[in-house]
């Protein structure tokens, strides 16, 4: 089956430990994204990648780190300069041939910080 | 500025209702897409729609309907009689080349 799958479901930390989301599609798409989302909130944009070995910063970088090895994959980590980390992580990508950049998404990975 | 909001932070109906959820956007770009997401309980976001902004056509699916008004910046969602199922948190979004820019949510509760 086509699709994106995150990893693990449900995350939990020390505080100052740093942690890495597993973000995997094997849809072919170009482009990958990195949200997180608080209670009550929307979704606002960490990083994201257009293309392999290449990421841009997303409105709330700060605290996070991404690597773009594989066209397939895009790991977030989550450092220890992130103040308050606790949040839903969503991974989304999207085709950039079509005009639209509809962007699918993963299941989220739920992180908590002890 | 480029923004997405949905005033209704939380509506509650009863099974087999109407219920419309409100979405105003603003952007200066002519050219961007809109979009409804729903995220149920589970957490993973569903796209529902894509209108362009060259297509003010309303469209239906079902029981889900979408008026698109450029003069207002509205893009309403309205479910026709409402189940169980769709209690979920729904969201509006606009998409301008590389990005979507998301709504806060309106979650919704329909009572059996």
């Known amino acids: 089956d086509g699709g994106i799958t995150q990893s693990p479901k449900y995350l939990f930390r020390k505080e100052g430990q740093n942690v890495t989301l597993s973000c995997e599609q094997n849809?072919?798409?170009?482009?990958m994204y990195w949200y997180r989302q608080d209670p009550g909130q929307g979704l606002r944009l960490i990083y994201y990648?257009?293309?392999?070995?290449?990421?841009q910063k997303g409105d709330i970088a700060e605290g996070y780190s991404v690597s773009r090895e594989k066209k397939e994959s895009f790991p977030l980590t989550v450092t220890s300069a992130q103040k308050n980390p606790t949040a839903f992580y969503l991974c989304?990508?999207?085709?950039?041939?079509?005009?639209?950049?509809?962007?699918?998404f993963g299941p989220g990975t739920r992180l908590t910080v002890l | 500025a480029q923004k997405v909001t949905q005033a209704q932070t939380e509506i509650s109906v009863v099974e087999k209702e109407d219920v419309t959820l409100d979405c105003v956007y603003e952007?200066?770009?002519?050219?961007?897409?809109l979009f409804w997401y729903k995220q149920p309980p589970s957490g993973e976001l569903v796209f529902l729609i894509r209108r362009n902004s060259f297509d003010e056509q309303n469209e239906i699916s079902g029981r889900y309907s979408w008026n698109f008004q450029k003069s207002t910046s509205s893009f309403n969602f309205t479910i026709t009689a409402s189940q169980v199922v769709d209690s979920a948190v729904y969201f509006c979004?606009?998409?301008?080349?590389?990005?979507?820019?998301f709504g806060k949510g309106t979650r919704l509760h329909i009572l059996p």
């Open positions: 952007t200066r770009d002519t050219t961007y897409y």
């Open positions: 849809l072919n798409h170009d482009a």
């Open positions: 979004a606009l998409g301008i080349y590389d990005k979507i820019i």
């Open positions: 990648s257009q293309i392999v070995n290449d990421f």
């Open positions: 989304a990508s999207s085709n950039l041939a079509t005009a639209s950049n509809e962007q699918f």
